[in-house]
């Protein structure tokens, strides 16, 4: 790489490391892509870290030793988290997103990366130092949420299909109850999909008694693996605690109350913030 002036080396190594999150970076990686001494990108380095904890943006690790570098470690401070789950439930609480039944128009906001991206980066946040191996969620409307997160982590994503795919290979697939209407359905994931004894993060959009999340960890059962968290971005407020099928998540927002006749929505930041 053609040598550069120490203010765009900076610019540059700062680039480099917010797109490898989570990831180890030997300092000789650093040397030999800008043809400059250990000393002077040590020197870099500790700029970059300062700025970065000084904003709040994340931590960079320093790893001693033959197999050591620097990691660079998002984190979104209490204080943004909050304002960002604030403006969730304000968005969340527009009228017009009732629709029949009761339900809630969410499609909209999932669809937009740089709040998928903020949230992803609370999960990650939240859940950064359990060992993760892999983030997980059912198809479909889960599906940008976890790969935010996962991005953010630097893990692979694993999508459960309510149907199975001849294009997934051989599947393991299990009946679960749905925790709000006690109806059953199938879901199914690729025995190609995960290795077994896999630590998973389990993410998801919406959970009202939780029925879906725990057809998910029922179905990891079936791989040997281990639930590390449960993430989800706004969670019903309205389902009584016996049923709730699960108790240990962590949620942004919570949707209190849904009046069709009133078109009143009640939304508030959720437990992540009880922690």
Do not use: C
């Not at 527009?94 to 128009?105: A, M, N, S």
């Not at 199975?164 to 925790?179: K, M, R």
């Amino acid at each position: 790489m053609k040598k550069l002036k120490r203010s765009a080396r900076l610019v540059e190594m700062t680039q480099y490391l917010l797109s490898r999150p989570h990831t180890v970076i030997p300092l000789t990686t650093f040397a030999e892509r800008y043809g400059a001494a250990k000393s002077s990108i040590s020197e870099d380095l500790a700029i970059i870290k300062e700025v970065f904890e000084e904003g709040g943006s994340g931590e960079l690790h320093t790893l001693a030793g033959a197999a050591g570098g620097v990691k660079w470690i998002p984190k979104v401070p209490v204080e943004h988290a909050l304002a960002f789950a604030e403006r969730l439930s304000t968005q969340l609480a527009q009228p017009d997103r009732i629709l029949p039944g009761g339900y809630l128009y969410m499609s909209d906001l999932l669809g937009q990366p740089a709040l998928m991206n903020e949230a992803g980066k609370i999960f990650a946040t939240a859940f950064g130092d359990m060992n993760i191996d892999v983030v997980m969620t059912v198809e479909t409307k889960g599906i940008p949420l976890a790969y935010a997160t996962g991005a953010q982590l630097n893990l692979p994503v694993v999508l459960v299909r309510r149907d199975h795919q001849a294009t997934e290979g051989s599947a393991v697939s299990i009946n679960y109850v749905s925790g709000s209407h006690k109806s059953l359905h199938t879901m199914s994931l690729s025995r190609r999909a995960m290795k077994e004894h896999s630590r998973v993060l389990i993410v998801d959009d919406f959970m009202k008694a939780g029925g879906t999340v725990q057809g998910m960890i029922d179905l990891l059962a079936e791989f040997n693996a281990t639930v590390a968290g449960v993430g989800v971005l706004v969670e019903s407020g309205s389902v009584d605690s016996e049923e709730r099928l699960l108790t240990d998540y962590v949620s942004l927002a919570k949707l209190t109350a849904v009046d069709a006749k009133s078109r009143h929505i009640s939304v508030s930041p959720g437990n992540y913030f009880d922690l």
